[in-house]
């Protein structure tokens, strides 16, 4: 399931975001790709340690802690630290699989990469190529999104970053350890609390139906959460 989320950043700030980027200390991304991945990865990325890259990674945190959609499709437990990548000159990534266990020592952060998240940065207008390819169930999807709109996926799927052959793409990706692992799981819970929320307006604070559908949100939550 691909969820998208539209203007997780408002426009001033991508700007800013952008405006910051652009001169950042980019590094050639193959540095951080696994043995099998650097064959296929070509792009520039920024350090971990860069402080541009902490500030505005701990920023888009912010975002998505109280973004309630995002909340509700993830069921977030662990969250990675934001990695901020640039295309541009033809820069790809070809197909291939997140890991499925992370680890950052200094943090000592271990994640199980549950789902991916992609933020798009910059302005669909000013570049071409760059669709992050995402093979699903009902085969390959094409995600180009506004700048400031994220897109939520499996981790677990094939994906791809197609060549940019104008401009530039910045993106921020980051990596979910979900409370509920199993992605069929997570999809019903997802379900079920955006109907919820759909029919609560309008209805009595104390309705016995809305009552009643909460409880079996929260009890198939409680069977299929580990925390
Ligand atoms: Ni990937």
Known sequence: MLIIIENLLA???VRTF?????????????????SRSVAVKRNLQLPR????ARELGDAILRKLG???????????????????????????YGTHTDAALMRLTEANLT??????????LSDPRYYDGGE????????????KLEAGDAVLYPSSSLHQVMPVTRGQRICAITWI???????SARALLYDLDQSIRALTPGRAKDDPEINRLIHVYHNLLRRWAHV
């Open 18 to 34: 952008r405006d910051r980027l652009v001169d950042a200390s980019w590094r050639d991304g193959a540095d951080t790709a696994g």
């Open 132 to 143: 992050l390819v995402i093979e699903e169930q009902f085969g390959a999807q094409p995600v």
């Open 111 to 120: 994640l199980r990469s549950d789902l991916s998240a992609t933020v798009f």
């Open 11 to 13: 426009a001033d700030d």
């Open 49 to 52: 340690e860069d402080g541009l």
């Open 177 to 183: 350890q979900s409370a509920v692992a199993d992605t």
């Open 66 to 92: 109280q973004h309630s959609e995002f909340l509700s499709a993830s069921l977030a437990e662990k969250i990675w630290p934001p990695v901020f990548n640039l295309y541009q000159d033809g820069g790809h």
